[in-house]
């Protein structure tokens, strides 16, 4: 692709204590603007260590990252104002309602009255929450937990948004509307990082791809590059299971 990178990453390596392999292995990628960039391995290939040095939530042992021009090392405070972050695990507290969550997280970002509240009404409209605004979070369904999971990292407007694992375990219905969601935002302009399991989700959504496994990137390219570079699978699920092997993952 050609034009200036909105995320240069350089041979980033993150080996943690006591461990006898890296769990990122000096990678180095460059993701462009408005791209919706899938991040695919299985379980313990490195992809959410990957994001979460991303994000910032903690160091690497080496290498470096760039994102819009400012180095993580450096800048990070300014960078956690343009990002946005919806992590595996449910982030909500369970005995707060689906509308003190958001205004807790919208808080967190420094926004306050009316904006605030403008913007929480319009997401759980959006979403399809609005019935249920203010019924405790434990009383959600995990679709329903995802879909608020998603809000709290949209309430201020990032120009990148990290998405670990963001449909997992949740209905199609949910699904669905997360999914359609997120190409309405990224043809607006938002960069999209996404982690996932699911290949066929991954082939329709993702403008590029990397396979990642054993801390390494095995594979890059937009979905049809790799098809055409293996003609022998129909899809991206059976690229995917030849480049990683069949052996079960912890």
């Known amino acids: ?7 240069e990453i350089r041979d980033l390596t993150k080996i943690y204590k006591g461990a006898e392999e890296p769990a990122v292995n000096s990678i180095s990628l460059d993701i462009f603007p408005n791209e919706i960039f899938g991040l695919l391995g299985p379980n313990g290939a490195g992809k959410t260590t990957t994001i979460s040095i991303l994000c910032g939530l903690f160091p690497a042992t080496k290498g470096s990252v760039m994102i819009d021009g400012m180095d993580s090392h450096t800048n990070l405070e300014k960078i956690k104002q343009i990002i946005g972050v919806v992590p595996q ?11 003190e969550n958001l205004a807790f997280f ?36 995990g679709g329903m937990k995802r879909r608020v999971n998603l809000i709290a990292g ?46 066929e989700e991954a082939e329709h959504l993702c403008t590029r791809v990397a396979i990642i496994d054993r801390g390494n990137i095995i594979a890059l390219g937009n979905p049809n590059e790799l098809l055409a570079r293996h003609p022998e699978f129909k899809n991206l699920e059976n690229i995917f299971i030849h480049l990683t092997g069949k052996d079960m993952r912890d």
Do not use: C, W
Not at 1 to 7: A, E, K, T
């Open 106 to 141: 919208g808080n967190m970002y420094g926004m306050y009255g009316s904006e605030l509240r403008d913007k929480i009404n319009h997401y759980l409209h959006e979403f399809g929450l609005e019935k249920h605004a203010n019924k405790t979070v434990n009383k959600y369904s």
């Open 89 to 99: 695990d449910i982030a909500l507290y369970p005995t707060l309602t689906g509308r």
């Open 1 to 7: 692709m050609s034009g200036q990178p909105l995320i």
């Open 154 to 199: 949209l309430l201020h407007d990032p120009k990148v948004l990290f998405l670990d694992e963001p449909t997992v375990g949740i209905d199609v219905q949910s699904r669905v509307v997360i999914l359609e969601y997120l190409k309405e935002i990224n043809k607006k302009g938002v960069t999209i990082i996404y982690t996932s399991h699911y290949m």
